[in-house]
């Protein structure tokens, strides 16, 4: 299985970028091909331009986006590792999937709809926030973005959703056996689920 690991996070060094190299390792321990997609090191354009958005009179996707539909073609499994800032994900994440998960590889048109074009494929994220994470359910943010980016994200695609793990109350100088036990419950979920 080919898995596309994306990576919303600005720092190398941070939690998230530990939580996706255990990601790719247990992944690559059970033989299947884990791709990590750093949207900052790879310098990814969250902006959609007036071109890429379709109309009557069509769309233009740019080169980048081309370049990564290509790449993402053939991924059984997307992981989106991402922090909640504001308790919604980072706005390049955001802008990634208005311009990479769009009409003409996530969905296309059929009748007054759409359809999903990348069914079958499976769909993990693996979310943090310096909150806790009884305090992101108590104030209706973990169901908002439940509701909004994975069960609309997996329908307008196709996905199966397989799991959502919150690690709360991350802070900066976390301890490394917390960060430790973090990454085991990432081999676990891989494990259960693949």
């Known amino acids: 299985m080919k898995h596309a690991i994306v990576l919303a996070h600005p720092k190398k060094d ?3 970028a530990t939580i996706a190299d255990a990601y790719a390792k247990a992944v690559a321990s059970r ?3 884990p791709q990590l997609r750093d949207l900052y090191e790879i310098g990814f354009d ?16 740019r080169e980048d986006i081309i370049a990564e539909r ?4 053939d991924t059984d499994v997307f992981a989106f590792i991402y922090p909640l ?7 390049i994440l955001k802008g990634y999937m208005e311009r990479v998960f769009g009409m003409g590889f996530a969905y296309g048109r059929r009748g007054g709809g759409s359809v999903p074009l990348l069914a079958g494929r499976k769909m993990i994220s693996f979310t943090s926030s310096g909150a806790p994470t009884e305090w992101i359910r ?3 943010a973990w169901d908002a973005m439940r509701k909004l980016f994975d069960e ?3 329908a307008i695609c196709g996905f199966e959703i397989v799991d959502h793990i919150h690690f709360g109350g991350v802070v ?4 490394k056996d917390a960060v430790e036990r973090c990454c085991e419950n990432v081999k676990r979920a891989v494990d259960a689920h693949f």
Do not use: D, K, V
């Not at 969250?46 to 996707?61: V, Y």
């Not at 800032?85 to 706005?91: D, G, K, M, T």
């Not at 900066?172 to 301890?175: D, L, T, W």
């Open 14 to 16: 941070s939690f998230n």
């Open 70 to 73: 290509s790449l993402l073609g």
């Open 85 to 91: 800032w504001l308790n919604a994900q980072p706005a």
């Open 31 to 33: 033989g299947h091909a």
């Open 46 to 61: 969250p902006c959609l331009t007036a071109a890429e958005i379709p109309g009557p009179q069509g769309f233009s996707p």
């Open 138 to 140: 108590q104030t209706g």
């Open 152 to 154: 609309h994200i997996a």
């Open 172 to 175: 900066p100088g976390m301890r």
